[in-house]
C-alpha cells in the first residue's frame, strides 16, 4: 500500500522534526505532496511554513525523519535538476552585480554539470543552446524579455519577483518550489504569477507553495496542507480554506516571538 | 629549493622586465636592482589574486573573516618558527584552524558571528604575539605585522606564485558553484551544490591568499587588499565577471605603483601599496560614471531642473 502512495506522491515527509538552536518548530511532519497537482502550504506567523520550506530546499537539515522524491532520497532529485526553487525577494542580494538574464542562468547551473567539460570550462557566452533556450522561453513566459540586459537593482518590486519566477521555470524541474510567491506584489503581477503558475500545473508540473493569499488559494490551488508546528489539516481548498477552519488553526500560535 | 625558485621564477621576471622598460626611464631605472624585480614579481601576483578574493569578500560581507584569518596567522608564523618548518605551513594551520573554531561557535552557542569572530582572532593573535616575544627580535615581528616585499626570498616567492596558481585554478574551475554561492546560497543548496564544500573551499582559498601575501602587505594591511580592490571594481561595474577583472587590476595597479613609490619616497611598502589601493577607491567612488557620488548627484541635480 505505502508503494502505491509513494507513486502518486511528488515528495514525501515523514516523521520530521526541525529546530532553530534546540527551540522546536516542526514536530513529526506527515506529508504526502500529491503529484501534478497545486499545493498551497498556509498557516499563521510563526507557523514553521517557512521552516518546513527551508527543510524542503535543503537549506536546513531536520533534526530527524526522511524526506523522498519520488520515491529516491530528495539529494538525488535535487541534483537531477528535477525540484526547482523560487526565493522571496528578501532572500537575495539586489546590489550584486548580475544582469537579469544571468540571474535566471543561474538557475541552469545544475544542469550544466551535464554538460561536456570544455563547456563548463569556458566563458558563458559559450553555453549550451538549451541553456540559453530556457532563459529565453522562462523570460518570455513572465514578460520580462525586454529586461534581459537590466542590472536586478533598476526593476520594480513586481518585476524582481517575475525574475525570481524566470529562474524557477527555467530549471525545467518536475517539482516547483515557491517561497510567498505573491507576497508584496502588483495586482498585474500577481495574476500573471498565478497564470504562468497555472500552466505549469496543466503541463503536468507539481507545485508547491507557501501562501499568505487566500483569494488566490482558493481561486486556483487544488490542495491545501495546513501548518502549526505540525501538520493541521489536508485537503481541497474548499474544506481546508473555509473560515471555521482557518479560525481554528490560528489557536495556540499566539508565540508569535518565534522565527517563522 | 632555492635553485628551484630561481628556475620557476627567472622567465617571470624576464617576462615582467620587458613590460617594464617599456615605461619611461627614470620610473624603469629603479628597478635594474634583483631585489627590486623580486619585489614587483611578488606585488603583481599578490595584487591579482588579493583581488580576485576581495570580489567575494565584499559580496559575501566577509570583510571581518578576512581581518580574523589574517590576525589568526601569526601564531602558526610564530610557533613553525620555533619548529624551524616553512612559515607558511604553521600560518595556513592556525588561520584555517580560527576560521573553523569561529564556524562551530557560531553554530553551536547563542554567541553571533562578529562577537566570535572578534574573540578568536584577538585570542590567536594575542598568542602569536606572546610567543615571538619570547623567541625573535622585534624587527622580526615588525615584518610579519607590516610586511617586508623589498627582502623577499626566491623560495617564499615560489609559494606566492604556488597560491597564485592554484587560487587563479579553483575559481576558473569552480567559477559557477563560487558565484552561486555568494549569490544566493539558498539557491545553491535547491540545486544540490554542495555548499559546506563551496563555503570551506572559499575559506580556505582566503587563507592561501593571506598566508601569500604576508611578506607583501603583512598581517594587518593584507584585509585592505582583500576588501578596497573588491569594493572599488563593485563601485564601477554591475557585472559579475567585469569586476573581477576590474578588482585585479587594482589589486595589481596599486601594488606596482604602491612599491615604486615606496622606493622612491623611502617609506614601508605595505603601506604605500594600502594607500594607493585606498586612493583608487576614493576616486571611483567620486568618479564613476554609474554609481559615483559626482554623476549621482548631477542626475538628482538635473531631475530636479
Redesign the interface.
Known amino acids: 500500500m505505502s508503494s502505491d502512495i509513494a507513486n502518486h506522491a511528488a515528495i514525501r515527509v515523514e516523521g520530521v522534526y526541525a529546530a532553530y538552536q534546540r527551540q522546536p518548530v516542526l514536530s513529526d511532519i506527515n506529508l504526502d505532496f500529491p503529484r501534478g497537482r497545486w499545493t498551497a502550504i498556509v498557516g499563521p506567523n510563526g507557523a514553521g511554513k517557512s521552516t518546513l520550506f527551508r527543510v524542503l530546499t535543503g537549506s536546513m537539515s531536520p533534526l530527524k525523519g526522511e524526506l523522498s522524491a519520488f520515491g529516491e532520497r530528495i539529494f538525488h532529485a535535487r541534483r537531477a535538476g528535477r525540484i526547482a526553487y523560487m526565493a522571496q525577494r528578501e532572500a537575495i542580494e539586489w546590489d550584486f552585480p548580475i544582469s537579469v538574464w544571468d540571474t535566471v542562468m543561474t538557475g541552469r547551473f545544475g544542469h550544466m554539470r551535464e554538460d561536456p567539460l570544455w563547456q563548463r570550462l569556458a566563458p558563458s557566452r559559450f553555453v549550451h543552446s538549451r541553456h540559453t533556450e530556457a532563459v529565453r522561453s522562462a523570460l518570455a513566459d513572465v514578460d520580462m524579455l525586454d529586461f534581459a540586459d537590466r542590472h536586478i537593482s533598476a526593476l520594480s518590486g513586481g518585476q524582481k519577483k517575475r525574475v525570481l519566477l524566470a529562474r524557477c521555470l527555467a530549471q525545467s524541474a518536475d517539482i516547483l518550489l515557491l517561497d510567498e510567491p505573491l507576497a508584496g506584489v502588483d495586482p498585474p503581477s500577481e495574476a500573471l504569477i498565478l497564470e504562468v503558475l497555472a500552466g505549469q500545473r496543466k503541463a503536468g508540473r507539481t507545485v508547491i507553495m507557501v501562501t499568505h493569499d487566500m483569494p488566490g488559494a482558493r481561486r486556483y490551488v487544488d490542495h491545501v496542507v495546513l501548518i502549526n508546528r505540525t501538520v493541521r489539516g489536508t485537503g481541497s481548498p474548499e474544506d481546508m480554506l473555509s473560515d471555521a477552519r482557518l479560525a481554528t488553526l490560528a489557536v495556540g500560535s499566539s508565540d508569535d516571538d518565534l522565527q517563522d | 629549493m632555492q635553485a628551484i625558485a630561481d628556475q620557476v621564477t627567472a622567465p617571470l621576471i624576464s617576462a615582467l622586465m620587458v613590460l617594464v622598460n617599456l615605461l619611461p626611464a627614470g620610473i624603469a631605472d629603479a628597478f635594474q636592482y634583483a631585489f627590486m624585480q623580486r619585489a614587483l614579481l611578488t606585488s603583481v601576483l599578490v595584487g591579482a589574486i588579493c583581488g580576485l578574493l576581495s570580489c567575494y569578500v565584499v559580496?559575501k560581507r566577509w570583510s571581518l573573516l578576512g581581518d580574523a584569518i589574517s590576525h589568526a596567522v601569526l601564531p602558526g608564523v610564530a610557533i613553525a618558527y620555533l619548529l624551524g618548518w616553512p612559515f607558511f605551513i604553521g600560518a595556513f594551520i592556525t588561520g584555517a584552524l580560527t576560521s573553523l573554531g569561529i564556524g562551530a561557535i557560531e553554530r553551536h552557542t547563542?554567541i553571533k558571528s562578529d562577537a566570535a569572530m572578534g574573540l578568536m582572532f584577538t585570542g590567536a593573535f594575542a598568542l602569536g604575539i606572546v610567543i615571538i616575544s619570547k623567541i625573535a627580535t622585534s624587527t622580526h615581528l615588525m615584518h610579519i605585522l607590516f610586511g617586508n616585499v623589498l627582502g623577499v626570498q626566491p623560495t617564499n616567492m615560489l609559494l606566492t606564485l604556488a597560491a597564485s596558481v592554484i587560487t587563479l585554478l579553483v575559481i576558473?574551475?569552480a567559477y559557477?558553484?563560487l558565484?552561486?554561492y555568494?549569490?544566493?546560497?539558498?539557491?545553491?543548496?535547491?540545486?544540490?551544490?554542495n555548499t559546506s564544500i563551496v563555503h570551506y573551499g572559499l575559506i580556505l582559498l582566503l587563507t592561501l591568499t593571506i598566508v601569500a601575501s604576508l611578506e607583501t602587505v603583512g598581517i594587518i594591511l593584507v584585509v585592505a587588499m582583500l576588501i578596497t580592490p573588491g569594493a572599488t571594481a563593485?563601485m564601477l561595474?554591475?557585472?559579475?565577471?567585469?569586476?573581477l577583472w576590474l578588482s585585479v587590476a587594482v589589486g595589481v595597479s596599486s601594488a606596482v605603483l604602491g612599491l615604486w613609490l615606496s622606493v622612491v619616497l623611502d617609506v614601508a611598502s605595505g603601506g604605500s601599496i594600502v594607500l594607493v589601493a585606498t586612493g583608487l577607491f576614493f576616486l571611483a567612488l567620486l568618479f564613476s560614471p554609474k554609481h559615483g557620488v559626482i554623476m549621482r548627484q548631477w542626475r538628482r541635480w538635473r531631475m530636479m531642473a
Open positions: 559580496l547563542r576558473w574551475l559557477r558553484p558565484l552561486l555568494t549569490f544566493d546560497p539558498q539557491q545553491a543548496q535547491a540545486l544540490g551544490f563593485h561595474t554591475d557585472r559579475f565577471a567585469t569586476m
